[in-house]
């Protein structure tokens, strides 16, 4: 959620989010010129752009990111940039730091993924992964992070750690009611498992389904 404002320009900033939140190839483009700067010139970028360094411009790049997947490249950029807007960011409390920051390296994962940086894809996972410790364990963020490393697991070939992530994302999916995101880890798991030469597991069970 946005942080709550006082005055007109305050509500002028967020009007102004709210019009870049609407708008994924006005993000995109954002994303662009930022990412193509460097060093200093990236952070008067930012500091230029009224209310980017606030935590809703963050979350809406967030959104973008998810929307342009079928775009890795750009889906990469506006995470990255949402991840560099996330810390600096010291007046968020810490639990809405370690929110963004585990959204923005999910979609870092899955972006390099797609794009075959495994290296890179591998990284972004290394540094997400301690901040599960501080989310609940049948949390939406938990099992988006555990979909996507199993997904990287399987292109690594590391297919019992891929199908065992796989099950556990479904179970998360499975308990928040999200049958959709549920139905599409099952599936993946049920593929690995048939690679593995198991096609007995690769069925789901009813307890997988409830």
Sequence with gaps: MPPDGSGAAATAT????????????????LAREVMALQGEQRQQAIEAQP???EVFAAAALLRAAAECLQSPGDAEQLAELALELVSRQHALSLEQRRALRLQALTALVRSRHRLGKLDDAEAACRQAVPLLRAVP?????RAALLAAQAQLRWSQGRLDEAAALFGH??????????????????????????????????????????
């Design 14 to 29: 967020n009007a102004d989010l709210l019009q870049l939140a609407a708008s994924v190839e006005q993000v995109r483009q």
């Design 51 to 53: 209310g980017l360094g």
């Design 169 to 210: 994302a479904a179970w998360i999916w499975g308990r928040d009611g999200d049958r959709q995101r549920q139905a599409a880890s099952l599936v993946q798991a049920g593929f690995v498992l048939l690679e593995l030469g198991i096609p007995e597991r690769a069925r789901p069970s009813s307890s997988s389904r409830t």
């Design 137 to 141: 364990a049948l949390s939406r963020d």
